[in-house]
């Protein structure tokens, strides 16, 4: 089969909807914005802690060889000098001379040409660029304040080896997993939420016997790729794309992207590297400190291997976004939803009565209290409820129970599913296990 294209029109189509629908919005909008950065709203919030809940359920919950962590954001130089940082977390900058715009050399379609202006020759020799964010901690600007907000989570998982090892009486092969919060100095944030200088990363450093880090560096790439796949990405635009031996960070012998199909092309959803003993024994050598690992059976002491499978929460939420977008011919009208997985739906179920007659909005309310244990719910009387299922269906919610008058004979309600559009007729004492057996397979 022919693989396919990118969609130009969907990247429209879906920023458009998150603004609109409340998933997100530019950061500091009402003072013209700031560059590369979003605030996530009511229902993009939701929406991005149930992918980071997915991936933590998956990577730690169903698992009892990974434990988990929380590191600080702030840290000294002395960790970043200690894992190459400072002196290799760099990307290659070019000014053009003709119209002043700054661009990273690797990332121009043609590197004599400013992709801004048009201009070939006018660009400038490249030089390293640091990408790390660096501030003072203290009343003090000194050299002796200088702090850097971390470019990634790992190194915080790197430098807490030990005490996780002597806590959880974990022995390799295992892994710590972390998310959070990282930043950096993006020479050119583009599309979207995909490349901001603030983000969150959901990653996991597997600490391993070194020979058996091929291993399970297969199994990584394995495990990581059919999670999208069980989320509902589709299969066709999705692939797995290995480095070339000049791609590779300063501390991986290996390294394979998931990658998903953007409307740009495609693209980096997340990196399983083989990144070997470098970090462990490079901060054992810096800090003085034993970081390895006695192993009692063999008598042997050794530096695990590293295998880091690393993903970007923000872009990941974006891809299944644009997975589950979707317009349909609808009675002559077009009718767009997101049929996201029941897992990642900012609401999984609505609540909507009829109308906004008192003898509904009560009954309406019981069974919304009834739901809200078990399931993020939205409650909505306003507008005509085939507008209201429109909504929901653009929100991705995969179903709405409708109370109506017939509800208030019948004590039953009214039960429609997002992607079928079919509806059941449901007594209101079965709501609960109707819904667990369809969104809790």
């Known amino acids: 089969m022919p693989e396919p294209a990118p969609d130009p029109e969907l990247f429209d189509k879906v920023v458009n909807l998150c603004k609109r629908r409340g998933f997100v919005f530019p950061s500091a909008e009402i003072y013209g914005g700031f560059r590369s950065t979003y605030d996530y709203g009511p229902v993009g919030v939701l929406m991005l802690r149930n992918v980071k809940d997915a991936w933590w359920r998956s990577m730690v919950q169903l698992r009892d060889d990974v434990v988990g962590l929380d590191a600080a954001i702030l840290s000294p ?18 000014d053009c001379r003709n119209c002043g715009a700054r661009h990273r050399l690797d990332k121009l379609d043609d590197r004599e040409v400013c992709s801004t202006c048009g201009r070939r020759g006018a660009l400038t020799e490249p030089r390293p660029f ?44 295992f892994g710590i997993a ?17 490349r901001t200088r603030e983000f969150e990363q959901m990653e996991m450093e597997y600490f391993v016997p070194p020979e058996d880090g091929p291993r399970w560096y297969e199994y990584w790439c394995r495990e990581r790729f059919n999670w999208y796949l069980e989320l509902g990405m589709p299969a066709d635009r999705l692939r797995l794309r290995v480095h070339e031996p000049d791609e590779l960070s300063h501390y991986s012998s290996g390294t394979s992207d998931v990658e998903y199909l953007f409307p740009w092309g495609w693209d980096e959803l997340e990196g399983i590297a083989q990144r070997t003993d470098f970090d462990l024994r490079r901060h054992a050598e810096h800090s003085g400190e034993r970081l390895d690992w006695f192993d009692q059976a063999t008598g042997t002491r050794y530096t695990p291997y590293v295998v880091e499978p690393a993903a970007g929460a923000t872009r990941t939420m974006m891809a299944f ?60 009387e306003t507008q005509a409820i085939g507008r209201r299922y429109r909504r929901q269906d653009e929100l991705g919610t995969p179903y709405c129970v409708t109370v109506d008058f017939d509800s208030l004979e019948d004590n039953a309600v009214t039960v429609r599913e997002r992607d079928s559009m079919d509806q059941d007729r449901i007594p209101i004492a079965d709501v609960v296990p109707y819904l667990r057996e369809r969104l809790e397979p």
């Open 321 to 380: 976004l644009m997975a589950a977008y979707d317009e349909e011919e609808v009675r002559g009208e077009t009718r767009t939803v997101l049929r996201l997985h029941p897992r990642l739906a900012p609401y999984q179920v609505a609540v909507l009565p009829l109308s906004k007659k008192a003898e509904l909005v009560g009954p309406a309310r019981e069974v919304l209290a009834s739901l809200q244990p078990h399931y993020m719910c939205e409650y909505d």
């Open 77 to 94: 130089p002395a960790i970043w000098e200690a894992s190459g940082h400072l002196a290799t977390f760099t990307d290659p900058l070019v």
């Open 130 to 173: 640091n990408l790390m964010f660096k501030t003072h901690a203290g009343p003090v600007e000194d050299a002796g304040s200088v702090t850097y907000l971390r470019p990634e989570t790992a190194q915080g998982i790197f430098v807490n080896f030990t005490n996780v090892v002597n806590t959880s009486r974990k022995k390799p092969p």
């Open 178 to 194: 972390q998310i959070g919060k990282s930043f950096r100095n993006e020479i050119t944030p583009h599309n979207f939420v995909f």
